[in-house]
Nanobody, 114 residues
């Protein structure tokens, strides 16, 4: 059973940057499409970015041009670089496969506020 652990969230001012990371234990991420999801209070969890095993990337329109997803298959990590952050980016951020196959990790809180 793969376990996911997210890290790197925090409080940042609008326009700032954060990098969140996800480490997977167990069989690893190598052959999986990986995604970053987020869930804001009172809203459904949404997919914001995904990366194929070969490195091709896709982004939700709301984050396109501001966020960048990357992966290191050898280290079983997936990273989301978030730039030009907006208050509406505030949420708990999670990683998982796309489509979802594994149990959710604890997530990492990102708060964008002045």
């Amino acid at each position: 059973q793969v376990q996911l652990v997210e890290s790197g969230g925090g409080l940042v001012q609008p326009g700032g940057s954060l990098r969140v990371s996800c480490t997977a234990s167990g069989s690893g991420i190598r052959f999986n499409i990986m995604g970053w999801y987020r869930q804001a209070p009172g809203k459904q969890r949404e997919l914001v970015a995904r990366i194929l095993s070969g490195g091709n990337t896709f982004y939700a329109d709301s984050v396109k041009g501001r966020f960048a997803i990357s992966r290191d298959n050898a280290k079983n990590t997936v990273t989301l670089q978030m730039n030009s952050l907006k208050p509406e980016d505030s949420a708990v951020y999670y990683c998982n496969t796309s489509p979802i196959k594994w149990d959710w990790g604890p997530g990492t809180q990102v708060t964008v506020s002045s």
